[in-house]
Structures are given as structure tokens and as C-alpha cells.
């Protein structure tokens, strides 16, 4: 079995009103409780927009630096991630589709090793 992340970025959701946001809560818990029934589920889960909320940690220097926000200035950041533990790359698919279907918004897949 291998291990995928399914992962999208704040900026992919694009702009919508608070009614169409509470429409997509259905749906994509829906294909969260599908991966469960599955037993292909190893984490899901949505990160917080609030990038004042967010800290970058860095000890390549000898010495641990953290600081407040992202570690580099960015135009995307992560808003939510995945992981799934599947047989073949195929099924990592299917469900990567059923995930963007749920939330509206497109997916990416990648292995995580």
C-alpha cells in the first residue's frame, strides 16, 4: 500500500458567497466518511486561513530561528490536506476526484514516501 496526499491551495477555491461554501460541507464530509468506510483514510482535514495564525521554524543555520508566517513571502498557500493509503495510483485518483467533487475546487495528488 502506498500513501498519497490530496492537497489543494487557498487560492485554487476562488471567490464565493457563504451560502455556497455551507453547500460543499455535505458533500465533502461525505467522501471523508466514504475513505473511513474504506479503511483508506489516514488524515484529513482543512488548515486555517489566517496566515497571522501561521509560523516557520529553521535550524539549518546551527541555530533553531522561528518566526511568525510562512517561511517565504507567497501568492498560495496550503489550505487543506488528505493522506490516504491506497494500493495503486489509480485509486489515489478516484478518490482525488471524489475529494474536488465534495469540495468544489480542484485537487492535487501526490505520493508521500
Do not use: N
Not at 465533502?28 to 497571522?52: H, K, N
Not at 496550503?78 to 480542484?106: S, Y
Request: with cysteine.
Amino acid at each position: 500500500m502506498t500513501r498519497y496526499a490530496i492537497y489543494f491551495h487557498q487560492q485554487w477555491v476562488g471567490d464565493h458567497d457563504e451560502e455556497w461554501f455551507r453547500s460543499r460541507v455535505e458533500p465533502s464530509t461525505a467522501v471523508v466518511r466514504e475513505m473511513e468506510e474504506a479503511g483508506v483514510l489516514v488524515f484529513a482535514g482543512g488548515l486555517v486561513e489566517d496566515m497571522d495564525q501561521a509560523f516557520s521554524a529553521d535550524g539549518t543555520s546551527g541555530a533553531m530561528v522561528v518566526t511568525d508566517g510562512p517561511y517565504t513571502e507567497t501568492t498560495e498557500q496550503l489550505g487543506g490536506i488528505t493522506i490516504i493509503e491506497v494500493p495503486d495510483l489509480d485509486t489515489a485518483k478516484m478518490w482525488a476526484a471524489r475529494v474536488a467533487e465534495g469540495c468544489g475546487w480542484p485537487q492535487e495528488v501526490r505520493v508521500v514516501k
